[in-house]
């Protein structure tokens, strides 16, 4: 099927409109069609370059919320006209003890990214979710729970499972203690999502301008991470740690933050990091730690955790055409906290 989308041809050009064919469908294959695709700062980064491993044309887009148009003769869990997501893999192994486990975002072949990656099967370049058609088999896809609105459910496809699922995996819960690095849209998530299950949540930003916002989310306060006395109060007063700062930074100053046996898990930023000081570390036995997104499964559970709990992204809807602004904007911090492009807009 010939679909639209808005593409970027090189890692230096503005993203603008492009037709590609979507594949037939495979017996268990689901064809949506997409109504939002929330804009993701890992977007920004593949689009240009920032990791050295995109390749172009790039369609970005992995945060999307559509209905069904149609399903393959073997697909039993989806059928027409229901509302649907679909985050940031679109295909695994499905035999390795990883994707055995629900945890494909780790499979041991690689997951198949939802764009920038390689179908397994044809090889052919997968395209994302800024444009109007997508299929994917149907292990992948998800449903979205009726209590949630489908303008607003997009960012928790990947904003939501990457800040829910290390919040599950260090086993959070009522009492625990935990600091939120960087008020953007992965912040402003791990923030409602760690209050709603009960945590005391401090977000650590680089000014106090998001102060009213952080405590509006549900945080009980914020702490400007420049501030060398408030840092200093605060040590070992958390569990865990969500860093979500998307460029190169220095961990050193967070880490006496953490209790002893506590965890600074890094989400944010692929890349080197400065020097850091091992003390805390070896003193406090803190750790340091990564995650990528979460499972199927679990992405399941997180959108279900959200419709019982009212917890909602806080979205700005842009038009399709105002993508390039929109990335100019999220690179200067400039949005609360994600955008969402109604797809409606791109014809
Ligand atoms: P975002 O909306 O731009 O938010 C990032 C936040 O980090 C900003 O709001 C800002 O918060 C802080 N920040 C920005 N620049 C900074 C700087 N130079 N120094 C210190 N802090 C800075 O981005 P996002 O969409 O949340 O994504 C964040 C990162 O997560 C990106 O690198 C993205 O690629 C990555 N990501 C990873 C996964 C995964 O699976 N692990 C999934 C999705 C995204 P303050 O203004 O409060 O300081
Ligand atoms: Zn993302």
Redesign the pocket.
């Known amino acids: 099927m010939l679909t639209i989308g808005y593409a970027a041809q090189t890692a230096k050009s503005p993203l603008a409109p492009f037709k590609f064919e979507r594949r037939a469908l495979r017996p268990n294959d689901v064809a949506m069609e997409i109504l939002y695709c929330g804009v ?3 977007d920004l ?1 593949q689009a240009r370059d920032d990791w050295g491993f995109s390749m172009y044309p790039i369609v970005p887009g992995h945060e999307i919320v559509g209905r069904v148009t149609e399903v393959g003769s073997e697909v039993k869990r989806y059928k027409v006209g229901d509302a649907v997501a679909v985050g ?1 893999m679109v295909d695994s192994c499905q035999e390795c003890d990883q994707c055995r486990k629900g945890e494909e975002q780790l499979c041991r072949k690689a997951n198949t990214q939802t764009y920038n990656g390689r179908d397994r099967i044809t090889k052919e370049p997968t395209f994302g979710g800024y444009s109007k058609h997508l299929v994917v088999r149907e292990e992948f896809v998800l449903r979205v729970p009726d209590a949630l609105d489908l303008a607003k459910a997009a960012p928790l496809l ?2 939501g499972i ?1 800040t829910y699922s290390p919040l599950r995996t260090w086993n959070v819960g009522p009492g625990s203690r935990v600091g939120v690095i ?6 402003h998530m791990a923030v409602k999502l760690a209050a709603g299950m009960g945590a005391k949540v401090t ?1 650590l ?3 106090s301008d ?1 102060e009213a916002d952080a405590l509006e989310l549900g945080a009980d306060n914020l702490l400007v991470s420049s501030d060398k006395d408030a840092m200093k109060k605060a040590a070992s007063s958390f569990d865990l740690i969500i860093d ?4 190169r ?1 220095d961990v050193s100053p967070y880490m006496p933050l953490l209790d002893i046996d506590g965890t600074l898990v890094i ?4 890349g080197p990091i400065d020097q850091t000081l091992t003390m805390p570390f070896v003193l406090g036995r803190r750790r340091l730690a990564g ?3 979460g499972g199927i499964a679990e992405t399941q559970e997180m959108l279900d955790f959200c419709a019982r709990k009212n917890i909602l992204p806080d979205c700005e809807m842009i038009r399709m055409d105002e993508i390039n602004e929109a990335f100019e904007r ?1 690179e200067r ?1 400039d ?1 609360r ?2 955008f969402v492009i109604d797809m409606a807009s791109l014809s």
Do not use: D, E, F, N
Not at 182 to 187: C, D, F, K
Not at 267 to 270: E, F, K, N, R, T
């Open positions: 993701c700062h890992s980064h940031c990947c904003a990457t960087g008020l953007g849209g992965l912040g977000v930003s680089r000014s998001k979500t700062v998307p460029v930074h989400v944010g930023q692929i995650s990528p997104i999220m911090s949005v906290y994600r």
